[in-house]
């Protein structure tokens, strides 16, 4: 039996344990992840866990009760129903509450599930790195990263009838390519492990790592910036956590209020939700209340389009279900017709952004965020990466940036999101005119 | 506390011990999180979370593993033994290393955090209609959108074995609460004002933890200040004495101290997530981080901490170790390995978030030791500045030296008394500089154990629970008021 098949069976025993709710969720969360975790050319962390996590939320009317365990057994699942019913009688309601999903027709998910991944042993990982090690060692550079292997599982069953679950494999290798006082980075992701290539990364992160032996300064000021999409996925951010119903409609702090249906953005950016775009291993449905995801165009040709909205939103706010956890859990931004080095070779004087840091959105309704760069910041020269910089501290609205914006041709798959844990399929962006407000003393 | 899973330890043990390891220890953890939360007028929350497993540790020729279960029969013991040792041989393929340390200890213990009330005495109605309360207490005007309370309970108990013979037991509980209004001003602008702390507060203890938060007290004046932000000016740019509140200055002890002085960090181990430090270990003793004001101690052992413990993650027992003393640097935060590597102190600051994280460095209880006077006094002696409280945004590079807070309300000072009030009045500074400049630190009357639940680190990310105890403090000549679109 499949991992999802299991997990699903187990989310039905639990329902069937609650049938005296009025309604019920159970959703089985199953995760077997590996890391090793390495620095100064070594192994430092080397992991691996599996667990198991059961969810039931119990509804008495609008009262509710959630509960959650890792024991499956008998005794625990009655444990469980008691103790969510017990919450749901006891708690006053949320009037918000309408109803769970009803079921409905799911897409089959694309191919999500590779063997290379699922089976890779501690010791593939680690073979994986000994070249990369090599390849660090002859630069005379030191190293930070990991590479990781994961099977994610996710069952909902819920008391109206839903039936959702999947299963996907994740693969990743981080790089940070470190010399005396410059860095480099790079990185892979996607659900094929064999289809991890150390060597690229290790290169990518060598050759930025050795551009420049000292970093250099550069004027605060406003450039044309080249954000790779480690970068550019940290500031699209600005956008998406405020693209839920509940951000707009109730919150009302979303940079969307008011510009629904207008012109805000290049007509070059595209942002579609799109669960099955070939780079993606996620589940047709969301994966906090079962009900099938829509691909939605958000932002069409520059022209603010839809937000997302989940179960209870859509209820709560009378507006159509789009089946997501409360942002854009699948954003794919179309690219552009230009190649990467295209790009760069148009840009006379500019800045490449690698990867940026501890990005805050400011002020949410002109999506505007500051963060601090790192790990390579390198000046473009007519056409060409030239020296490495300082960090900067910048402080842009990405409504204004985005206004003039073009893509690479390329899109990659994004390093999962810390607080959401979901990705984005992206290209490079070559933004006109970004605030470089600061620089600091390091590399 | 009965110790529940010796038998199935010493079959881990065991089992490791024969796949090859030549130290090895286990952890059994059993979890709790009861977590409330209302807004507007509805309970959106009521969960109670549970979880129990295992993280086992093998020591292979100086290399670690690490392998979490939560399956509990004996055939996932001797799997979790075999693939923790299996991961500690994998690591030993790279030659050129530093070998980790093996420990030698034998440890008996036990440890229980102290409270005064049993959160098991307070229903779930009772805790609800507590934050319902408090919550409706912050809608004070007609643009008021939105208000929200919460609490969280925290209960885990651990039982450590090793193959030196130790058995360490441990319960250990922690508190928060937390509430905030949001209110929409007449250009649409809105504004929030909440806390207390820049979340909530958060310590060691029982319920008497979130009674001692006071949200119903506290509720109305939040009220107050978010109608008033929401019309108020943005604060113009200028150079200023800056008097941060203990919810704003925890948390820059927190981003700018306590990060700073990790030692696996400053070691380049957390380079490609968590960054590294400006400070490292060659300048302990010599490097100047900040004022004579400026004396930072970790303690483990704190009263009301949030990482206070009887022993770290891996069997080390809390001192009080100073880390900064008169603006010199002592001592960093450190785990064993670290501590040996660079012949520094033990901070028992080895943590794992739960049974399936590897322990590694954490920050964990660390105090800004109190000076003299009381926030009105320090306002008072203040010319022309701002104070600032409440957290709206943070930002701080990977070395931990040039950081953006955004606060959630200003004070104008005007010749010691406060005046007109700014919204989004952000300060920027460099880490050394900005200590450097330090020159008020308050006494015991404004001193709060303040704790954070969700401090991020690792691969995967790893969310643990810290402490940065202080007063209030004064900095001279801080650059405020920065623009977003400069």
Known sequence: ?443 | MKAQYAAGAARILDTANKAGAQYADVQFWTLRQEDVSVRNGDVRNASDVSSAGYGVRALVDGAWGFFGSDRFDDASFDAAAARATALAKSGTKVTDRIPAVQPTEKIVAHYETPMTKDPASIGLSARANMLLTAERAGHVAKNVISAYAFLTIYTTSKEFYSTTGSAITQVLRQAGAGCGVSAMGRDKDVQTRGGPGDFGLYQGGGFEVVERAGLLGIMPEYGREAVLLADAPRLPSGVRDLILDGSVLNLQMHESIGHALELDRALGWEANFSGVSWATPDQVGKLRYGSDLLNIYADNALPLGMATVGYDDEAVKPARVPLIERGILRAFLSSRDTAAETNLPQTASTRAQDWSTVPMVRMTNIVLAPHEGTLASIVADTKDGLYVAGMRSWSIDDHRLNFQFGPQIGYEIKNGKRGRIFKQPTYTGVSPHFWGSLDRVGGHEDFVVWGTPNCGKGEPEQIGRTTHACSVARFRKVTTGVKSDA
């Open chain 1, 1 to 443: 039996m499949r991992d999802q098949d299991r997990a699903l069976s187990l989310a039905e025993r639990v329902l069937k344990a609650a049938a005296g709710a009025d309604q019920a969720q159970v959703s089985v969360a199953v995760s077997d992840a590996s890391y090793a975790r390495f620095a100064r050319n070594y192994v430092v962390q080397n992991l691996a866990s599996v667990s198991t996590q059961i969810t039931l939320t119990y509804y008495v009317g609008k009262k509710s009760g959630s509960v959650s365990t890792d024991d499956a057994s008998p005794a625990s699942i009655a444990r469980m129903v008691a103790a969510a019913r017990a919450i749901a009688q006891r708690v006053p309601p949320d009037n918000g509450f309408v109803s769970l999903p009803k079921p409905a027709a799911i897409a089959t998910a694309a191919r999500s599930y590779y063997d290379t991944t699922a089976d890779a042993t501690a010791d593939d990982r680690v073979e994986k790195l000994l070249p990369l090690f090599a390849r660090m060692k002859t630069s005379d550079l030191s190293s930070s990263g990991f590479a990781t292997t994961q099977i994610n599982t996710v069952a909902i069953a819920n008391s109206l009838g839903v039936r959702a679950a999947f299963t996907g494999t994740m693969s990743g290798l981080q790089l940070k390519a470190i010399a005396e006082r410059t860095s480099g980075f790079a990185e892979f992701y996607g659900p094929d492990f064999s289809m991890l290539d150390p060597q690229a990364v290790a290169e990518r992160a060598a050759m930025k790592a050795t551009l420049s032996r000292v970093p250099a300064n550069l004027k605060p000021g406003t450039y044309t910036v080249l954000l790779e999409p480690s970068a550019f996925a940290a500031a699209l951010k600005a956008l998406t956590e405020g693209m839920g119903a509940g951000d707009v409609l109730e919150d009302k702090d979303s940079w969307m209020v008011g510009r629904i249906g207008k012109r805000v953005f290049s007509p070059n950016f595209t942002l579609r939700d799109d669960w099955s775009h070939p780079l993606f291993a996620n589940a047709p449905f969301n994966t906090g209340d079962g009900a099938p995801t829509k691909k939605l165009t958000l932002i069409d040709r520059g022209v603010a389009k839809h937000y997302v909205s989940s179960t209870y939103t859509a209820n709560k706010y009378h507006v159509p279900n789009t089946g997501h956890p409360g942002f854009p859990a699948n954003g794919v931004v179309e690219p552009g017709t230009r190649s990467r080095e295209a790009l760069l070779a148009s840009i006379e004087r500019g800045v490449l952004i690698s990867r940026t840091w501890y990005e805050r959105v400011v002020d949410p309704r002109a999506a505007a965020i500051t963060g601090i760069t790192r790990d390579g910041v390198y000046l473009i020269e007519n056409g060409k990466l030239t020296k490495t910089l300082k960090n900067f501290r910048y402080f842009v609205s990405m409504i204004d940036a985005l206004k003039d914006v073009e893509f690479s041709n390329a899109q990659v798959l994004t390093e999962p999101d810390s607080d959401t844990s979901y990705s984005s399929v992206l290209p490079d962006a070559k933004i006109a005119k970004y605030n470089l407000a600061a620089q600091t003393s390091f590399a």
